[in-house]
């Protein structure tokens, strides 16, 4: 089973029977991620890219994450929305953190939904929670949704040319660095911001 991800013919392998399964399997997986974040985003974008083709592949993975992340907005919206209201009274960062959103979260929300190490389904919570607009909302995640799978597949596609070429998978793995500590640092841009 190992062999399965650790080698050039095991990986080609997974991506056939993923592609005999079919493309609702990668559709629905990627959008189940934004209800369960414990899957694997990056390894689902990457299977999906390499078993459906780029193109394909891309469009499978950015329609998913869009409709799943919406469709996790729209729930707490209108289920959670007003019971969460008197806990949210009671803790005064989660207020201030909701009135930055309302304020001036466009541009940061895109940023960070933009950003793969980004938790999206937490901020699909606290954007559900604030007053943004829904229609409003759609467009960060379409346009955010977008660069993010990009960024992935630039990492992520034809994958299995790792074994046979070291630069491709050095230059990979420092991109995904460079990334981890952007988001890691506009974490904390964006904690500074809300403690002022």
Partial sequence: MLEKFTTQEGLESLFEEVEAIGIIVGFLLAMAEAFLPF????????????????????LTSYSATVLGSYLVFLTVRYFLRKPAQKYIVKHEKLSSMLRFVDHKGFAFLLILLSIPFTPSSVINVIA??????????????????????????????????????????????????????FSKWYQKYINSKLEK
């Fill in 128 to 181: 559900a929670l604030s007053n943004l607009r829904k229609s409003v909302y759609l467009c960060i995640l379409i346009v955010a949704k977008a660069i993010m799978i990009l960024l992935m597949s630039v990492v992520g596609y034809d994958i299995t040319s790792f074994f046979t070429s070291p630069l491709q998978l050095t230059i990979s793995i420092v991109f995904l660095v460079l990334l981890y500590f």
């Fill in 39 to 58: 899957l694997p985003l990056f390894a689902i974008v990457i299977i999906n890219l390499n078993s459906y083709g780029l193109i394909l592949g891309f």
